[in-house]
């Protein structure tokens, strides 16, 4: 089932309890979802667009359009199926509180389950835990060793993770690195869908993953 709407900015509507806040921004049918922590980390206030207003977002995003997943980056970039969202949206006055981010958690959830995008890519250590123990199985056998897992395919339970590590962090050779993962990912069938359509009445295909 698609989302339709037109909106790129906060497609469905999130409206947290706090003054100022950074929403979702993207393809309500992406394939890819990158998730990071909150705006204080990784961008947004001033835009309220995910992944702006800092070199490290810029450095990322000019990776993110090598790779395809953006066709042009800026205040309010060109995405190309893809979807850009935090764990906490909320402004924070400094590091979020365990029970801030579980409050925020449902609003995070919510959108990712409505995006229902093939692809995770969360950016950080925090938002990578989360997918993997949230969306995954993999979290019991997973050290969150960030320069390890940068750019690696993990399974999901109907998700393919390719965690990211904070650009504020990168080095020589981790944007090619980035780019190349994400490319290889794309030439493969990342989508793993199966037509179940000649299991039930007429031509249409029933695709599930």
């Known amino acids: 089932m698609k989302n339709v709407t037109d909106r790129v900015s906060n ?3 999130m409206e947290p309890d706090c003054d100022r806040f950074v929403p979702g921004y993207g393809d309500a049918n992406a394939d890819f979802h990158v998730v990071g922590d909150h705006p204080g980390v990784h961008g947004g206030v001033d835009a309220g667009v ?3 207003g800092t070199p490290a977002a810029e450095r990322f995003q000019a990776a993110l359009v090598e790779a395809g997943l953006l066709e042009a980056a800026g205040d309010a970039p060109d995405v190309n199926s893809t979807f850009l969202s935090y764990l906490h949206m909320c402004v924070p006055d400094g590091e979020p509180s365990a029970g801030e981010y579980a409050d925020m958690e449902r609003f995070f959830d919510a959108e990712l389950r409505a995006i229902a995008a093939h692809v995770l890519l969360p950016v950080g250590a ?5 997918v993997l123990e949230t969306y995954t199985a993999q979290a019991w056998k997973t050290e969150i060793d960030m320069r390890g897992l940068h ?3 993990l399974r999901g339970s109907g998700w393919l993770v390719l965690p990211i590590l904070d650009p504020v962090e990168w080095e ?5 690195d980035l ?13 793993r869908e199966s037509d179940l359509g000649r299991f039930i009445a007429g031509e249409d295909p029933y695709l599930v993953r």
Do not use: K, Q
């Not at 020589?172 to 090619?176: I, L, S, W």
């Open 11 to 13: 497609p469905f509507g």
């Open 50 to 52: 995910p992944f702006t």
């Open 126 to 130: 925090r938002a990578t835990e989360h």
């Open 151 to 153: 750019g690696a395919e």
């Open 172 to 176: 020589e050779g981790d944007a090619a």
């Open 179 to 191: 780019v190349e993962a994400i490319e290889t990912m794309r030439s493969t069938d990342y989508r």
